[in-house]
């Protein structure tokens, strides 16, 4: 199975941060300059089985941004907070679903996975290095 943006944070390791039960996520990856309309477009209406496998997976304060750095390329940052007690599990769970796999096919093309991440990692993991609760 081809490695997904969610696996990163297990293959790589790293837990980024950890309150009470909830654990913080943080992520990056380029997207390409000539997808920016159809990748905010999908966004602005995401796919209401794919938000509600998110939330089954124990996803919960997800939001992804984008900025363009002074080199003029593309970036997303992507947080979230999962709350579950299994992130290994859920994160099999959601790349067992056919929905998201589809989802996932828009997706990963108009991405662009950064040189230094992790080996398996799609979106690139975060140190965290400060949480104000």
């Not at 790293?14 to 309309?37: F, H, N, P, W």
């Not at 007690?85 to 790349?95: L, P, V």
Request: hydrophobic share 35%; proline share 5%.
């Amino acid at each position: 199975m081809k490695s997904r943006w969610m696996f990163a944070f297990i293959m790589g390791g790293m837990i980024v941060g950890c309150t009470r039960d909830i654990q913080r996520y943080g992520s990056v990856i380029g997207v390409k300059k000539e997808a920016l309309a159809n990748y905010k477009e999908m966004h602005a209406n995401p796919w209401p089985e794919v938000n509600a496998q998110l939330k089954e997976c124990n996803i919960r304060n997800y939001s992804i941004y984008l900025t363009e750095f002074p080199d003029g390329n593309y970036y997303l940052f992507s947080y979230f907070e999962y709350t579950g007690n299994d992130f290994r599990a859920d994160m099999k769970k959601m790349a067992d679903d056919p929905r998201t796999q589809e989802w996932w096919s828009h997706t990963d093309p108009m991405q662009i996975p950064l040189s230094n991440r992790a080996q398996g990692q799609w979106w690139k993991t975060m140190e965290e290095v400060y949480h104000l609760d």
